[in-house]
């Protein structure tokens, strides 16, 4: 099997016979969706545009809206380095806009950008951002993942930087997205919980989202280590859940690299299978952060190479079944809504 990330993700033909064949009943279908961790992208002969999300997203379930996260797509080819990732914002603006073209279908209602939080022109960044993003424009991913232990075994490698979060400069940076009204989404490994949980610590003001629990890694030589990990990986969730300016997404563990090798079998994961190999994570972390600061999210299309998106959405129903309705509406769509400040 290659370990090569973009050959899986690359053939939506054959991901979607694969997927094809888990097929379920949409439970609970008028619930409204926000989607608030999704990613679209046009490279390395893997097309995910909004033609291929409106196909995910109106597979039976109610979303009415989605957040663009950052993924590196469409940068500028030319100008100062700080400055490239605003060609990532442009490109979102015109993908939202294709859209609002059909109202009755999901809309791209927010846009998760990048910038060097750490970068002296920081805020010539930000400006950019808030021009091109039209009113899209609501936070920065930064993420800090990095993996010096085993990183030829991750598919999906970080490119974080060592010692970054701990800089002066860096928090700054994180601080000044909070003076102006800005949030901070982050995706690290498991190993960098509690970097993370100082960071939150050193930046109250600022609204802070932990993506895909912290990627608790099962491959390499981490693979024999689950047990261990899983503890360690309590104690931390549970450090970072005393900031109350920190918000947890709740998903993203379909990702090969957290060990449960749903792309290697014949089958796809049903949504029963998912909440038995996962739930453990999902209800501890929600009930440490309380529905009020958590929200579901697809990750799509990089969980798609494991997992169908009705799949997906089914097993977080299941999973909360039995909570108030106002758990659900917050979990679904009401956290989302709040933290991003989106209008949908």
């Not at 990613?39 to 039976?60: A, F």
């Not at 909440?275 to 972390?285: G, I, P, R």
């Amino acid at each position: 099997m290659t370990r090569d990330y973009r050959e899986w993700i690359k053939d939506m033909a054959h991901r979607n016979e694969w997927l094809g064949q888990v097929v379920e009943d949409v439970v609970d279908p008028d619930r409204e969706i926000i989607d608030p961790h999704h990613h679209l992208w046009d490279r390395g002969g893997s097309v995910y545009e909004i033609p291929q999300l409106w196909e995910d997203t109106s597979d039976g379930h109610n979303v009415i809206g989605t957040i663009f996260i950052e993924c590196r797509m469409n940068w500028r080819e030319d100008g100062p380095d700080h400055m490239k990732p605003v060609g990532e914002t442009e490109y979102v603006a015109g993908q939202a806009a294709l859209a609002a073209e059909r109202p009755e279908k999901a809309q791209l209602i927010g846009h998760i950008a990048n910038a060097h939080l750490a970068h002296p022109q920081l805020d010539e960044v930000l400006d950019a951002h808030t021009t091109a993003g039209g009113g899209l424009f609501k936070g920065i991913r930064h993420s800090l993942s990095l993996e010096t232990k085993d990183p030829g075994a991750l598919m999906i490698p970080g490119r974080g930087e060592p010692g970054l979060s701990a800089s002066d400069a860096f928090r700054n940076g994180v601080r000044r997205l909070g003076e102006r009204g800005l949030t901070y989404d982050c995706w690290l490994y498991h190993h960098q919980l509690e970097e993370y949980r100082d960071l939150g610590e050193a930046c109250p003001d600022t609204t802070m989202i932990l993506d895909h629990f912290g990627t608790p890694l099962g491959v390499g030589v981490y693979a024999d280590r689950k047990a261990d990990i899983y503890a360690k990986w309590k104690d931390d969730i549970a450090a970072i859940a005393e900031l109350p300016n920190v918000h947890a997404k709740l998903g993203g563990l379909a990702m090969p690299d957290n060990g449960f090798g749903y792309l290697e079998r014949d089958k796809p994961p049903s949504s029963d299978e998912l909440l038995d190999d996962q739930a453990s994570f999902y209800e501890y972390t929600l009930g440490l952060f309380g529905a009020d600061r958590c929200m579901f999210e697809s990750n799509f299309p990089v969980d798609r190479v494991s997992v169908g998106y009705r799949v997906y959405w089914n097993a977080m129903k299941k999973l909360v079944a039995g909570r108030s309705e106002d758990d659900k509406e917050a979990l679904f769509s009401g956290t989302a809504r709040r933290v991003y400040g989106v209008q949908q």
